[in-house]
């Protein structure tokens, strides 16, 4: 029996910008992520004069830095809520409220489209894939970078293994996505008429109150009563989980972080 009477879509209920400890998440995640991003970023080859998409810009600190790096471009920044977002200081940074799932782009716009957890949340990812991959300029590259679960559900620990099957049912009926979609990284790409395409995968061991531990602490903060509600975990054992992601005599893996890359013929 499903929770809800239709999916209410990410940002509704849980992840809003406006929420309590979100602002910190989403610092957490950049300072996690954004090394290796802008690492694949340089591999690719960008340049000063690059014309940038950056899909879910959160807080913004891949905008900034894209605005920075490419002085003579032009740096779009989307987000469903742009109230994090500013403009200061950076002429070439543009900042638009737009919904990935919907809203378009001229054809053979950018030269890069970056979009980090955002079409794992998405309805209909692999059309909204083959969408960004038209937004591309011929020789153009789309980077995508998503979060997938397939560790926590093999964890040594019982409630890290029940958090994760609460949670993944929580994201299916609530916000109507697949938290695990990025397992089948890097076909989309390729489905979209990508070349050139590869992924990698990252995982890290996880420490009790470390940078990680926080981050999948301050999720469960917000998805707890709504993961308490699927009957698959109870109110005790999400507040033992959380307690045990502050402690550092816990270890295990996270999510693992899958990023994936491919080129629009030229």
Request: proline share 7%.
């Amino acid at each position: 029996m499903s929770l809800y009477s239709e999916p209410q879509g990410y940002g509704a209920g849980v992840f809003e910008h406006a929420a309590e400890s979100e602002g910190e998440r989403l610092s957490l995640i950049e300072e996690e992520q954004d090394p290796y991003t802008t690492a694949r970023i340089e591999a690719l080859g960008i340049a000063e004069d690059w014309h940038c998409l950056e899909i879910g810009a959160g807080k913004g600190s891949m905008a900034y830095w894209l605005a920075d790096r490419c002085p003579r471009g032009r740096i779009v920044a989307t987000d469903l809520d742009t109230s994090l977002l500013s403009v200061s200081g950076r002429p070439t940074l543009e900042v638009l409220q737009h919904d990935v799932s919907k809203d378009e782009f001229p054809a053979e716009s950018f030269h890069l489209i970056h979009a980090r957890a955002v079409l794992t949340h998405a309805p209909e990812p692999e059309q909204v894939c083959s969408r960004m991959a038209r937004w591309l300029r011929p020789g153009g590259w789309l980077l995508i970078t998503d979060p997938a679960s397939f560790t926590v559900d093999s964890s040594p620990h019982p409630l890290m293994r029940k958090a994760g099957a609460a949670s993944t049912a929580v994201m299916r009926e609530m916000v109507g996505t697949d938290p695990n979609w990025a397992r089948s990284y890097p076909a989309p790409l390729v489905a979209a008429g990508l070349v050139e395409v590869d992924a990698e995968c990252r995982l890290r061991m996880m420490q009790g109150g470390t940078r990680e531990a926080i981050m999948f602490e301050l999720m469960l903060a917000q998805l707890g009563p709504h993961m308490e509600a699927t009957g698959l975990i109870t109110a005790e054992e999400v507040k033992r989980l959380r307690a045990q992601l502050l402690d550092p005599a816990f270890f295990d893996f996270p999510p693992a972080v899958i990023r994936a890359w491919g080129r629009r013929p030229l």
